[in-house]
Nanobody, 117 residues
Framework: QLVDSGGGLVQAGDSLRLSCAITSGHIFAYYRLGWFRQAPAEERDLIAS????????YYDDSVKGRFTIFRDHTKNTVYLQMNSLKAEDTAVYYC???????????WGRGTQVTVSS
């Protein structure tokens, strides 16, 4: 379904690019694609999303101006470019997809991002 990768241990101010490979179906079949993150003892929050055309883009205020969501339909992959990382960005990051207008129902397994200050 969705295979997310690209996490790692970096220092504050560094950059990382997360990838979400869609292994079942084509990217155009999904209503919306998004990236969530979950820090220890916190809820899983949506931080960025886009529609199947790569438009109607949403960013949470906590990442606006630093993170960019984009996709390459030729590779059937969605990316999250993360710049100017901060310690508070430390979390497990999940890609997810919606097949309709309501909930995200397809999930990756998550990739850990740790930012040291």
């Amino acid at each position: 379904q969705l295979v997310d990768s690209g996490g790692g241990l970096v220092q504050a101010g560094d950059s990382l690019r997360l990838s979400c490979a869609i292994t079942s179906g084509h990217i155009f079949a999904y209503y919306r694609l998004g990236w969530f993150r979950q820090a220890p003892a916190e809820e899983r929050d949506l931080i960025a999303s886009m529609d199947w055309a790569g438009k109607s883009i949403y960013y949470d205020d906590s990442v606006k101006g630093r993170f960019t969501i984009f996709r390459d339909h030729t590779k059937n992959t969605v990316y999250l470019q993360m710049n100017s990382l901060k310690a508070e960005d430390t979390a497990v990051y999940y890609c997810a997809a919606r097949t309709g207008p309501n909930e995200y129902t397809v999930w990756g397994r998550g990739t850990q991002v740790t930012v040291s200050s």
